[in-house]
């Protein structure tokens, strides 16, 4: 099993900045990438951004800009720094892990509890 801690969540501005932590602790030596989603009410869940174990990134397009995911490996920790946050950017944020499954190669996802982010305008 793998346990994802979130912490950085809370109220800001809009314009202001967050810092979302992740921490990860268990069985993460499979773990392929760590990442951040995000979901709004009455919305989907959507991607954010998401880090390799070697520190590949990949992040929604549309946040790129503004959003950077970076990480601590001797810390097992993932990081979501967010800037020039926006109204629309108001949502639960969770913290996900995966790995694959043999022989399937399955994907199998580990999430957070998520943290709350609300960005008064």
């Known amino acids: 099993q793998v346990q994802l801690v979130e912490s950085g969540g809370g109220l800001v501005q809009a314009g202001g900045s967050l810092r979302l932590s992740c921490a990860a602790s268990?069985?993460?030596?499979?773990?392929?990438?760590m990442g951040w989603y995000r979901q709004a009410p009455g919305k989907q869940r959507e991607l954010v951004a998401s880090?390799?174990?070697?520190?590949?990134?990949n992040y929604a397009d549309s946040l790129k800009d503004r959003f950077a995911i970076s990480r601590d490996n001797a810390k097992n920790t993932v990081y979501l720094q967010m800037n020039s946050l926006k109204p629309e950017d108001a949502a639960v944020y969770y913290c996900?892990?995966?790995?694959?499954?043999?022989?399937?190669?399955?994907?199998?996802?580990?999430w957070g509890q998520g943290t709350q982010v609300t960005v008064s305008s």
């Open positions: 996900n892990a995966y790995r694959r499954l043999m022989p399937t190669n399955m994907r199998f996802d580990y």
């Open positions: 880090i390799t174990s070697s520190g590949i990134t």
């Open positions: 268990g069985n993460i030596l499979h773990i392929m990438a």
